[in-house]
């Protein structure tokens, strides 16, 4: 058993290998068309494109017929598909720039609509008398495990060209990714650039949908670049990592289906994209909903602890006498602000494990030496905002205490100073309070 | 080939996919507003997990169970879609396509699976056939009525009671969800509720005839109102007449047109979805103050052209 693992896994069989490295490709081609999808909002027009190939699939095979051929020439059948989803996307791009309708609407009229057509076309095709068109539904349907070596080539042939053609392209495609408003003033034929984008996803899509059906080349334009946005904000890794990941889902997918041969092998390379997908929604280090978490937590933490401390020090500013680092009633700095107990209890213990306080009495606290200097950088810096408020901004001095909030954590080093500069006589004081420092209501 | 004459049958069909237009009209008018309006087509391709499972759990292929099985798959698909698009940030059409390709990849291996034991086919569920409603009459009171036109006939009373009880919350929701919230109209609980009623229409009409007509009514019929007007009462009035036109047209044309080629019938759902998109060129060319021809002609000038009152 695990002998035939390896195998497979390392293409050791000549078949497995050719429609692994052939769904590789294809991984790789979408993964790279459809990051340029997802930036531009349009990943499902892989769908579109699928659905709307099929009038071309059934006229072409009328015509066929109707020169006398079979109909079932597999030249022909793709030709077909790809006219009639290029005529798809055409139409797509006329409704929305002629019409108010934003782009899901164009995408899901053209998908409903061809999609429709296509049925229609086939139902009629299926009665020609004379020529049998069973099994052309199936065209769309895919066949991973049968390909043989010519489709394999043709497959990794034309995905390697797109690809290639993509990343030649990458500058142009990044310009109306981001902003084809600037694109359009900047003299770009944003339209052409359009097209020229669709079409590389029709040839991918129509190539794909034969090669390994409908719901596998939806997923490989859309799955690999949702994944890969998680992990990078630069597009150059995640056109690489897209790419990758379209890649390893193919390997993957395709070598579990050689191991489980009853279940079809699309399915299993979409899962095996989900799955990678899954993992880089929670754990992708760009984006991921963990690591975004986790840093939310900490700036709360943060904030928690420099609000606490600040409290501290502006209660040691109101004790009689010269300004000394003397323990503070928990009671009293509870009071000072309006905080639930169990905030209360959180904070203290953070502040506690930076180091920045220790408990002096059971009932009072007192600030230790890096505790007390970053209670003074705190208080300073929420200062020297609301001060700037008041002079700059004509904030009346009520007003200024909650701005100074928020900013008094993200005041960096260069800020400071630009405020210092700007208020020009501070110096190297910490100003007084302008408004009446007070606990919050009892 | 002679046309065949429009029998009782033809009303029967044209009136069950006027039913199942309208039913999806109205709930698609809301879809478009907010942006999904790839969400019936995706729910379409959802469901066949849910099917499967059905199919597992009673071991029979009755349509109650499997009904229900969908319907949660569907809800769960705006679910999924909701979470992933709202935790991970990622574009919603992408969310969409992730879900439910996976969706269907479940679906087809649990598919495979039951295949040992019968016969579910997955193209079964993508055509579901208008064409058939006629041969399964069940009767009600006095009358004798196809079984997929009292579906969807309730499924649209069950549609517009909802609309027109929460029609305040629900056009405040889709054009300012902010505001709705501040006023205390949750737009989670009104979208929760929308996608519902998507999903359980969705699964009802595709059910009893088809997916495609259901796909192309979400979305053609409110695209064309929302060409011709931007009021929300005109939109959902528009969308309702032009999902009843096409659903006529498109059988119409399904039995007209093919025998043209020497062809007796063709498919009435594909036919009706095309309809509607020929209704929504129309309506693209010959909008009054959209349409391209209002536009070619100055339609736009018009407003802040001087008023020609002053020439004699």
């Known amino acids: 058993m695990f002998e035939t693992i390896t195998d497979i896994l390392f293409l050791k069989d000549h078949n497995t290998r050719v429609v692994v490295i052939s769904v590789m490709l294809l991984g790789v081609s979408s993964g790279i068309i459809g990051a340029f999808l997802l930036l531009r909002k349009r990943s499902l027009m892989g769908d579109v494109l699928s659905h709307a190939t099929l009038p071309g699939i059934g006229l072409a095979f009328a015509l066929m017929v109707a020169m006398g051929g079979t109909g079932k020439s597999l030249p022909g059948l793709l030709l077909g598909a790809a006219v009639s989803g290029a005529a798809g996307l055409l139409l797509m791009l006329a409704i929305r720039s002629t019409t108010r309708l934003r782009d899901d609407v164009a995408m899901g009229f053209v998908l409903s609509v061809f999609f429709g057509l296509g049925v229609a076309v086939l139902g009629m095709v299926q009665k020609i008398p004379g020529a049998n068109a069973a099994g052309l539904e199936s065209f769309i349907y895919g066949k991973t495990a049968s390909m043989v070596f010519q489709d394999a080539a043709l497959i990794g042939g034309v995905a390697l060209v797109v690809s290639v053609v993509a990343v030649l392209f990458k500058k142009e495609f990044t310009l109306i990714c981001f902003d084809d408003g600037y694109a359009t003033s900047q003299g770009w034929p944003v339209v052409l650039l359009d097209i020229a984008m669709l079409a590389l996803v029709t040839i991918v899509t129509v190539i794909g949908l034969q090669a390994v059906g409908l719901i596998l080349i939806i997923a490989f334009l859309i799955i690999p670049a949702a994944a890969a946005r998680f992990w990078t904000h630069r597009l150059d890794y995640m056109l690489l990592l897209a790419a990758l990941i379209g890649a390893l889902s193919g390997w993957l997918g395709a070598s579990f289906s050689g191991i489980f041969s009853d279940l079809p092998a699309g399915a299993i390379i979409v899962l095996v994209a989900a799955a990678i997908f899954i993992i880089s929604m929670f754990f992708g280090t760009a984006r991921g909903v963990v690591p975004r978490l986790r840093d939310q937590a900490r700036l709360k933490r943060r904030i928690g602890r420099q609000h606490l401390l600040r409290a501290a020090y502006e209660i040691l500013e109101q004790q009689p006498g010269p300004l000394a680092n003397v323990p503070v009633d928990r009671a009293s700095l509870f009071a000072h602000r309006s905080w639930s107990p169990r905030e209360f209890r959180r904070f203290l213990a953070h502040a506690r494990a930076e180091d920045h306080l220790e408990t002096a009495t059971p009932d009072a606290i007192r600030l230790s030496e890096s505790g007390f200097g970053e209670a003074a950088r705190m208080t300073r810096n929420h200062r020297l905002w609301e001060l700037y408020l008041i002079r700059h901004a004509d904030v009346a001095p009520s007003h200024v205490d909650r701005d100074a909030d928020m900013v008094e954590h993200i005041l960096g080093a260069d800020l400071v100073r630009q405020l210092e500069d700007e208020l020009g006589d501070i110096g190297n004081h910490l100003p007084e309070s302008p408004h009446a420092v007070q606990p919050a209501a009892l | 080939m002679n046309a065949m004459p429009w029998t009782s049958f033809d009303t029967w069909i044209a009136v069950t996919g006027m039913l199942c237009a309208v039913s ?56 999924f879609t909701q979470w992933i698009s709202k935790f991970g940030q990622v574009d919603r059409g992408a969310a969409m396509g992730i879900v439910f390709t996976t969706l269907f990849a ?207």
């Not at chain 2, 391709?45 to 292929?61: I, K």
Request: some cysteine.
């Open chain 2, 24 to 79: 999806c009209a109205i709930p698609g008018s809301f879809l478009v507003l907010r942006k999904m309006s790839m969400m019936g087509d995706a729910i379409s391709h959802a469901v066949l997990p849910g099917l499967a499972l059905a199919f597992f759990a009673t071991g029979a292929r009755d349509s109650l169970p499997m009904f229900v099985g969908a319907a949660v798959v569907g809800i769960l698909t705006a679910l």
């Open chain 2, 106 to 312: 479940i679906g087809l291996i649990l598919i495979v699976r039951a295949a040992d034991y019968v016969d579910l086919d997955p193209g079964c569920v993508l055509y579901g056939a208008i064409e058939l409603t006629p041969l399964d009459m069940v009767v009600l009171g006095p009358f004798e009525l196809p079984r997929a036109a009292i579906v969807n006939g309730t499924v649209l009373l069950m549609n517009l009671g909802i609309v027109v009880l929460l029609f305040k919350e629900l056009r405040l929701s889709s054009f300012d969800p902010a505001l709705a919230d501040t006023l205390g109209f949750s737009p989670g609980f009104l979208h929760y509720l929308l996608m519902t009623m998507v999903a359980v229409t969705t699964v009802a009409a595709f059910e009893s005839v088809g997916s495609i007509i259901v796909i192309a009514m979400l979305i053609v019929p409110a695209a064309t109102a929302l060409l011709i007007t931007r009021r929300l009462v005109p939109v959902l009035v528009i969308a309702s007449v032009v999902g009843c036109a096409s659903a006529w047209l498109g059988h119409y044309m399904a039995i007209r047109i093919p025998p043209l080629f020497g062809i007796s019938d063709t498919n009435s759902s594909g036919m009706m979805a095309f309809a509607s998109g020929l209704l929504f060129t129309l309506a693209w060319i010959f909008a009054p103050l959209e349409g391209l021809l209002a536009r070619f002609f100055g339609g736009r000038g018009k407003a802040i052209r001087p008023p020609a009152t002053t020439n004699p």
